[in-house]
Structures are given as structure tokens and as C-alpha cells.
């Protein structure tokens, strides 16, 4: 079985998707890592050199053409479902498990991080929660399409589990 994390980005997919991986014996994928390794540099660097329909072609094309196996869980960039026909292929290749947090949660997870994050660096908190904001409307109804859909806050291994369990 495949299990294909998604959601914003600090939503968790990576963090969870280790213990998740761990608890049910699968590989743990991080399919950023994937990018990064394939293309021998950072994805910021990839981003800035050949702009985003590239980035965001080349994403698909990992994606799709990596060879995963049987037992595994994924956890993708933060827009993987929004482009091309990504999220149908996640939805036809395994299941699909949507991590949702308000924007204000994400925004207090974000701001630890964001000297990792190009695109956040420079935002004040209210700039940052707006952007969130921004981007989890345009991203709604890709991330929807999801087999499952779960509260990302104080999500636990056990309690992502059930809902698996629950959802098949």
C-alpha cells in the first residue's frame, strides 16, 4: 500500500510520515529529498535558476516515475496535487490522506522555520497568515480531492492510523 501525505507545507507531512512509516513497518519516501538527490541541488536553487513551470514539471515527472515500493509513505511538496494531473495519479496509485490545519497553526510553524524557506523569509507574521491564507484557497479543492482528510492539529501516528483504518 501507498499512502500519499499531503497538505501545506509545515502541515507536518514529513514528520509525520516518518513515525507513520515507522509504526506500520513501510519506507518512508520524502519526495523533496527525491527532487533534490535526483537533480543534485536544493530545490530553492532549482527554483530560482529555472523558475516555477519548470520546477513544477520536473516535480511531476518525479513523482510519477519513481520507483516506490509496495509498502510505502509519501510525503509531497506542499503544491504536488494542484498541478497537472498529480493528484488523479496519487488517487489511482495509492491513497491519499489530506493533513488540513488553519492558516494561524501553520503560520506558527512556518515562522520557525522560514530562513529555510525563500518565499516566507522576508514576511511579517500578518504577511505570512494572508499568504497562507491566499494559498490554501487557490489550493482547496485540489488537497479536497484527497481519499482522507484529517485535523493536522496534535496529530499523533495512532490517530492516523484510525483514520486509515476507518477510511478502508
Known amino acids: 500500500m501507498k499512502i500519499f501525505l499531503i497538505g501545506f507545507m509545515g502541515c507536518g507531512k514529513s ?3 516518518k513515525k507513520l512509516a515507522s509504526k506500520l513497518g513501510f519506507d518512508f519516501i520524502d519526495l523533496d529529498q527525491v527532487f533534490e ?14 523558475g ?12 510519477k516515475e519513481h520507483n516506490y515500493p509496495s509498502d ?10 494542484c498541478y497537472f494531473d498529480n493528484m ?6 495509492g491513497i491519499t490522506f489530506y493533513i488540513e490545519m488553519p492558516p ?17 523569509r522576508d514576511m511579517s507574521e500578518e504577511q505570512l497568515i494572508k499568504f497562507i491564507e491566499s494559498k490554501l484557497t487557490e489550493r482547496d479543492s485540489f488537497y479536497k480531492r484527497a481519499a ?11 490517530r492516523a492510523l484510525a483514520q486509515l483504518s476507518q477510511g478502508f
Request: with cysteine; aromatic share 6%; charged share 25%.
Open 15 to 17: 514528520t509525520l510520515g
Open 37 to 50: 538527490d535526483q537533480i543534485a541541488s536544493s530545490i530553492g536553487e532549482y527554483f530560482a535558476a529555472n
Open 52 to 63: 516555477e513551470d519548470a520546477f513544477r514539471a520536473l516535480e511531476s515527472k518525479v513523482l
Open 72 to 81: 510505502c509513505v509519501v510525503a509531497t511538496g506542499g503544491g504536488v496535487p
Open 88 to 93: 488523479e495519479w496519487m488517487n489511482n496509485n
Open 104 to 120: 494561524i497553526a501553520l503560520a506558527k510553524r512556518l515562522e520557525k522555520g522560514k530562513e529555510k524557506r525563500p518565499l516566507l
Open 148 to 158: 482522507l482528510i484529517v485535523d493536522g492539529i496534535n496529530l499523533t501516528p495512532d
